[in-house]
């Protein structure tokens, strides 16, 4: 059934010569390396198609290659493939309704289906890990760099693995790319983990000021003057949500920091036991079951938020407690 999917999505991509791949707003490295991974494949196998990764560049996620700027209009006859992202109104800079055909390549829960041809899989680690499936199942050829970008976003997106989405499959594929492309780890984990000594003192700010209640909820408003003080931006702390797990006295933890530019607050969640997404989606939010976030408006939203994560842990920890 998978397997006829990937045949179809090379298909696909056989029939059309101008392919433009988009991800969601806000892109995480993921998010970035599937697009710009899958960009380089169909080049690289398909060298006269025109094809186009957009969406707005992070500038710490640079070392994955760049990124295009297109006219939409321009286009008459054109595929879009959607990696990462579940939802329309949550792709960054591409509009349904100017491509011919539309294809989904994500591993977020989504209900319905919104593209005419969707690889969607709730179980795989990371969309860099459907990609890297889509080339072992098919005849799509890779080089050295492109399985540098499929290897950085299992490893980031998998927590370096550390996530329950990582599975015998994710190792046998990240093993396969070992050895087929000779991969040299440290240059590709000096890219993704290497960090200024300010960064790791917001970390420390977050770890000292992050309130803890008894129910294991913990939480943190970061404000602007204290991003000025230790010299980082409004995403750091994101980055930064993962590195909380394994903490005994947490079952769910969120940040909330405020982009000045967008006008929003952005809210990172992350959950040992509790699920969130159905919390974040009634927030206008979503994601995955333990790793969720949302883009809120107005403070009081946000506390509206926390409290409806903090007595999702409190019915947790009555459950537990009655069992
Ligand atoms: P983040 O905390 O930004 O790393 O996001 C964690 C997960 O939640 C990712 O899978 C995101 O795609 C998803 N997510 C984050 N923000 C939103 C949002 N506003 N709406 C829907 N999903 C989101």
Redesign the pocket.
Known sequence: MVNAKFKSIVKKIKEFDEIVIAR?I?P?PDAIASQIALREIIKYNYPHKKVYAVGAMVSRFKYFGSLDKIDEATLTNALLIIVD?PRFD?VDAAYKNRYKYTIKIDH?PCEEGICDLELVDVSSSSTCQLITELVYNTKLKINKEIAEKLFMGIVTDSDRFLLSYTTAKTFSLVANLMRDYKLDLMPLYNHIYERGINERKFESYIVNNMKINEYGFGYIKIDNKTISEFAVDSSTA?NM?NDFNFIKELNVWAFSSFDEKAGIYKI??RSRNVVINDI?ERF?????KF?????LKTEEEVDELFAALDAACQAYCKEKHDN
């Open positions: 969601h806000g995480d992202v949550r977020h994101s949500i990172n969640i974040a206008n939010g979503g994601g995955h790793a969720s976030g949302a883009r």
